[in-house]
């Protein structure tokens, strides 16, 4: 039997089912999807009122797309401009393969484009809305690479485990012994369930040295860190705004738990943002999602404090748009560029992430014209200063 | 099994996995992107079935994907052409 589908604006009794249909992508706890989503659009400081796109198979909700606020600049003289992106979207499993994805972005295109707006921007779609949307318009800037720091003894696991998956009784031999050592290695490390825990002990235990620069916060504090980004000289790339007004709000993200290293002399020289996942906090790992500061030596020691206090089992960071210097620091202390395929068919088959920013123009007769903003190519990867921060999978 | 035939035996068994029908005759120039018959999965699942194809991995941001994989004929060329470009 066919079925019939509307795509409708978010109205406020839709948000019971929202939240409930999220259970399939943002956390299986209605309160804190709800609480998401409260954040998130309704509070978001650059758009009035959320703007979510909700599709109805015979008035039940069975999916969405939203497009969040987001303020960017470009330019020295640091030109801004609002430019939503996409975000959540998501089917109901029954509903799947059945064009709700083109019916949901192509609605709000259109509905973007009377609110007046040029460009949209996505940084965090999966594989599947990633190609979906390169055949309607939507232009990829390239792939974004990852590096990733593991400890030593990581890295040898790993090769071990390799090697031993390739030999059938050695590989069944490993897994029983790895599943022991496992077990005493749970034992012995503590609450492996909360991955800031040696970071919090390390750093309240470095903290009362005389000379620490570096402290541990678990808020944000938005006036400093602002101040900080105003004051360092900008080279002109595509990046989001960074104001009082954006890190006040924008660490209030229920689904995430965030750490901040400060360096302070008289003032904030640097941080250093770390961040994981409420939901498997285990799983996701911990991620360097803003990283500042007014000098090398001030970004080094804040590096060093976070690989050194943290012992983390894994720590990534977007390291594409990094500035030679950063990257250079990154390479000193460990991390390797993480091996994601390039090719969007590689990774469904090896079941890998492969993060993009993917642009769109709103209207349709500005898809075949170049894509350029204060004249800078929007295309262009080099033209672009990229954090993990920016994306809402963060 | 020609390269031709695995293509329209992976088309058919994604159309019918997503209840999807073509009204009138299927043939190799029925759209199947232009025309909503794959979605974004579909898609994704067509690019890893061209790349088993031609061997190599693609980089689909390069490719006008709606003029060049629009159709099986479409497909074929594009294996074709890559394959000729490719030669050693």
């Not at chain 1, 039997?1 to 299986?28: C, G, N, T």
């Not at chain 1, 409260?38 to 650059?46: A, L, V």
């Not at chain 1, 008035?59 to 303020?71: D, L, N």
């Not at chain 1, 792939?143 to 069944?172: E, K």
């Amino acid at each position: 039997m066919e079925r019939k589908y509307e795509i409708v604006e978010h109205r406020a009794e839709l948000r019971d089912a929202l939240v409930r249909v999220q259970r399939q992508f943002w956390s299986p706890d209605v309160a804190l999807n709800t609480a998401y989503l409260e954040w998130k659009y309704d509070r978001n400081p650059y758009l009035d009122g959320p703007v979510i796109y909700v599709a109805l198979c015979d008035g039940e909700v069975v999916g969405m797309r939203g497009m969040y606020g987001a303020k960017w600049e470009i330019g020295r003289g640091a030109q801004t401009f609002l430019g939503p992106c996409a975000g959540d979207l998501v089917i109901a499993p029954e509903h799947r393969n059945r064009g709700l994805f083109t019916m949901l972005t192509m609605a709000a295109l259109n509905d973007l484009t009377k609110r007046g707006y040029t460009y949209v921007f996505n940084l965090s779609a999966g594989l599947a809305t990633q190609f979906g949307s390169l055949t309607i318009g939507w232009r990829s800037v390239g792939p974004v690479q990852t590096a990733r720091w593991q400890p030593r003894q990581s890295t040898i696991c790993t090769g071990v485990r390799s090697y031993a998956s390739r030999l059938p009784f050695l590989s069944s031999a490993y897994r029983r012994v790895r599943r022991y050592a496992n077990r005493l290695l749970l034992l012995s490390s503590g609450d492996k369930r909360h991955p800031f825990s040696s970071l919090d002990s390390n750093g309240a235990r470095h903290c009362r040295e005389a000379t620490a620069h570096v402290t541990i916060e678990q808020t944000p504090r938005p006036d400093a860190m602002a101040e900080l980004v105003a004051r360092i000289p900008r080279d002109g790339r595509i990046r989001h705004v960074r104001d009082q007004q954006y890190f006040a709000w924008r660490f209030q993200n229920p689904l995430a738990v965030y750490r901040f290293l400060l360096w302070e002399d008289a003032r904030l020289e640097g941080y250093l943002v770390l961040r994981t996942s409420v939901v498997n906090p285990d799983r996701v790992g911990v991620s360097i999602v803003d990283w500042e500061a007014s000098n090398a030596q001030v970004r080094a020691e804040l590096l060093e404090a976070a690989v050194e206090w943290g012992n983390f089992a894994d720590l990534t960071i977007w390291s594409s748009t990094l500035p030679v210097e950063a990257k250079t620091l990154l390479q000193n202390s460990g991390f390797q560029p993480l091996d994601e395929p390039q090719s969007i068919g590689r990774a469904y088959r090896e079941g890998a992430s492969r993060p993009t920013v993917l642009i769109r123009p709103v209207r349709d007769e500005m898809v075949k014209t170049d894509w350029v903003l204060a004249g800078r190519g929007l295309l262009d990867l080099g033209n672009w200063d990229l954090r993990m921060i920016y994306s809402d999978n963060y | 099994m020609s390269v031709r035939d695995r293509l329209v035996a992976f088309v058919k068994e994604k159309m019918e996995e997503s209840g999807r029908e073509w009204k009138g005759e299927f043939t190799d120039d029925t759209p199947l992107l232009k025309s909503g018959l794959f979605d974004s999965l579909n898609l994704l699942e067509l690019a890893s079935c061209i790349e088993a194809e031609i061997d190599s991995q693609i980089d689909v941001v390069s490719i006008d994907l709606v003029e060049e994989w629009d159709t099986i004929t479409d497909i074929l060329r594009f294996i074709e052409e890559y394959r000729g470009n490719n030669r050693g």
